[in-house]
């Protein structure tokens, strides 16, 4: 089971941090990612933690996301964090987290690739 929060109403520039708590014992083996949903549009990739084995994650950004948006993979705390900065109106999207187990050969970058959802966290960005 995957849960979000952090979503909430921001004035463009501002900075805003979700949060993705999945309960299972196996997180660390898990491949994680965000994924946003715009109103009236296709739900689109924005990051994700890919798991290449050991402790070893590699991290991708969609190209709207890259030097803005910034994902923590805390497998501690079973959690994906993603904080964002400098938002825009254009950021304004229901964040939905996925999850799927094990070592994959995609990239990783379809919702295709996951199977585990979780409800959304509803980000809106408006002066």
């Known amino acids: 089971q995957l849960v979000e929060s952090g979503g909430g109403l921001v004035q463009p520039g501002d900075s805003l941090r979700l949060t993705c708590e999945a309960s299972e014992f196996t997180f660390k083996t898990y491949n994680m990612a965000w994924f946003r949903q715009a109103p009236g549009k296709e739900r689109e990739f924005v990051a994700r933690?890919?798991?290449?084995?050991?402790?070893?994650?590699?991290?991708d950004y969609a190209d709207a996301a890259k030097g803005r948006f910034t994902v923590l993979r805390n497998n501690a705390k079973k959690t994906l964090e993603q904080e964002m900065n400098s938002l825009k109106p254009e950021d304004t999207a229901v964040y939905s987290c996925?999850?799927?187990?094990?070592?994959?050969?995609?990239?990783?970058?379809?919702?295709?690739?996951?199977?585990?959802w979780g409800q959304g966290t509803q980000v809106t960005v408006s002066s």
């Open positions: 933690s890919k798991w290449i084995g050991s402790n070893i994650y590699s991290t």
């Open positions: 996925a999850a799927r187990v094990g070592r994959v050969e995609s990239n990783l970058v379809d919702e295709s690739d996951y199977d585990h």
